[in-house]
C-alpha cells in the first residue's frame, strides 16, 4: 500500500467521507477567474476576501515547502428540521462548529503522516486561512463546481463539509477529476430566492442570504428579504437533484443539537445570553451572536400570529 493510500484510508477511519490529493502547483485561471469577480464586485463587502487572494490558488506562497494538498470531506445531508426555527437555519449549524471538529480530525491525520514519513510537516486549514478551498476539492478528484458554486460529489451531492492539509509530502496525487455532471439543470438558479446565483457558477454575495444572516453587518444596509431564513440558506442544496438521491448519513461530531431541533420561537425569545452561550457558544451560530437571531425570530413569531 502506497503512502498516499495509507493517508487515505487513515483518513475514512477518522470518520471522513472523502478524501482526495492534489500536488501543488499555481492555480492561476482559477486566480483570474477570481479576481474579476471581485473586480466586478460581487463580494458583498466581504473586505477579506480581497486580501491574499493569490495564496488561495498556490499554497507555495501559503507554505514555503508545500508539495501537496490532502483534501477531506464529511457530507452533513440528514434529514430536514421540521421545527418553526429549526427548519430556518441552514443544515450546517445545526451542530457543534465543523471548523472546530474538522481541524481536530485533521491534525490527526498530519500527526499519522508524520508517523509514516519521517520529517514530514505540514498546516491544517478549514475555512480558516485563504485558499480556495472547492477549487483544490475539484483538483483533488472530489467533485465539480456546481452553478450554485458549491462543490458537488456525484454519489454524496453538495452538502459537504471541507478541510485542508498543505504538506511537504510529495503524494501521490489523484489524476481523474470529476465530470461536470450539471448538465442543463437549472434548478438551483430558478429557486435562488434572492436571485443571487449568476451565470458562469458565481454567486453575487451581496444579495446572497447565506451572506446576509452569517457574515457581520454591512455599515448602513439593512440585511433586506431574507425569505423567512434565520440563519445561512439551504434553497439552492435542497432542489439539487444530487442531494435527493445523496445518503443520508450519522457521523456523531456532526449530530444535531437536540435543544436547536426542538425549540419553538417564544423559546428563541425567551433564551438569555448565558442560556444561548451555554446552548449554542460551540455552534456556527455564536457567529451571528443572540440578538440578530433573535430580531429575525421575531419577524417569524409576527407572520405566524398574523396567519393565525
Not at 244 to 270: G, T
Request: aromatic content about 8%.
Amino acid at each position: 500500500m502506497s503512502l498516499s493510500e495509507k493517508i487515505r484510508c487513515r483518513a475514512y477511519e477518522l470518520g471522513f467521507d472523502l478524501c482526495g490529493i492534489a500536488a501543488c502547483h499555481p492555480m492561476s485561471e482559477h486566480y483570474e477567474a477570481f479576481q474579476k469577480w471581485l473586480d466586478a464586485g460581487y463580494d458583498g463587502g466581504l473586505e477579506y476576501l480581497h486580501r491574499n487572494a493569490e495564496k488561495r490558488f498556490d499554497p507555495t506562497l501559503l507554505y514555503e515547502r508545500a508539495r501537496s494538498v490532502i483534501v477531506c470531506g464529511v457530507s452533513y445531508h440528514r434529514l430536514p428540521a421540521s421545527g418553526e426555527v429549526a427548519s430556518r437555519i441552514a443544515a450546517y449549524a445545526h451542530s457543534v462548529d465543523y471548523h472546530i471538529t474538522i481541524k481536530q480530525q485533521l491534525f490527526r491525520l498530519l500527526d499519522y503522516l508524520k508517523e509514516l514519513e519521517p520529517g514530514a510537516a505540514g498546516r491544517v486549514f478549514t475555512d480558516t486561512a485563504p485558499i480556495s478551498e472547492k477549487s483544490w476539492a475539484v483538483e483533488a478528484g472530489l467533485g465539480w463546481i456546481g452553478r450554485h458554486s458549491l462543490l458537488i460529489h456525484p454519489r454524496l451531492g453538495s452538502f459537504l463539509l471541507l478541510g485542508e492539509i498543505v504538506t511537504t509530502v510529495g503524494l501521490d496525487p489523484d489524476n481523474t477529476k470529476q465530470p461536470d455532471g450539471c448538465g442543463n439543470c437549472r434548478r438551483c438558479v430558478e429557486a435562488c430566492p434572492a436571485k443571487a446565483i449568476l451565470p458562469d457558477r458565481k454567486i453575487d454575495a451581496g444579495r446572497c442570504i447565506a451572506r446576509r444572516t452569517i457574515e457581520r453587518e454591512q455599515e448602513g444596509k439593512t440585511e433586506g428579504n431574507l425569505h423567512g431564513w434565520v440563519f445561512g440558506c439551504d434553497v439552492c442544496q435542497q432542489v439539487c437533484p444530487y442531494n435527493s438521491k445523496a445518503p443520508v448519513l450519522d457521523h456523531e461530531l456532526f449530530r444535531p443539537i437536540p435543544e436547536l431541533e426542538r425549540m419553538d420561537a417564544a423559546s428563541w425569545l425567551a433564551l438569555t445570553d448565558a442560556d444561548f452561550d451555554r446552548l449554542f457558544g460551540q455552534t456556527p451560530l455564536a457567529r451571528c451572536g443572540l440578538r440578530r437571531l433573535q430580531t429575525r425570530i421575531k419577524e417569524i413569531a409576527k407572520e405566524k400570529t398574523e396567519n393565525g
